[in-house]
Nanobody, 130 residues
Framework: VQLQASGGGLVQAGGCLRLSCAGS??????????MGWFRQAPGKEREFVAA????????YYADSVKGRFTLSRDNMRNTVYLQIHDVKSEDTAVYYC??????????????????????WGQGTQVTVSS
């Protein structure tokens, strides 16, 4: 599976942004991939942001983004979307999409972690200006 993240850029604090992650080489439309996003701010470790089950019935968010981030997926388009509302300076980071070819209960993404079989996209930079 190859993952292509896009949608990053410069955004003013309080604004909105939507990140996309398109998958290829596999079949997200089979709903057998758990998808997620992580981010890495300058000088910090990569941290979990959100994950979504293959059927989109279950989502899980880090406490730091709960209520402002919305994760969704379109399996027909093999794409997941991360909508960010009311962006804050602390949202400045490189955002990475991730995928696990497993069920929700078995995927480390459902627990806010990545695993040895997690696929990664190349990252997209989000910079928030005040």
């Amino acid at each position: 599976v190859q993952l292509q993240a896009s949608g990053g850029g410069l955004v003013q604090a309080g604004g909105c942004l939507r990140l996309s992650c398109a998958g290829s080489g596999g079949s997200l439309s089979k709903s057998n991939y758990v998808m997620g996003w992580f981010r890495q701010a300058p000088g910090k470790e990569r941290e979990f942001v959100a994950a979504i089950s293959g059927t989109a019935r279950i989502t899980y968010y880090a406490d730091s983004v709960k209520g402002r981030f919305t994760l969704s997926r379109d399996n027909m388009r093999n794409t997941v979307y991360l909508q960010i509302h009311d962006v804050k300076s602390e949202d400045t980071a490189v955002y990475y999409c991730a995928a696990d070819a497993s069920s929700w209960v078995r995927s480390p993404l459902s627990g806010g972690r990545s695993g040895p079989r997690t696929f990664w996209g190349q990252g997209t930079q989000v910079t928030v200006s005040s």
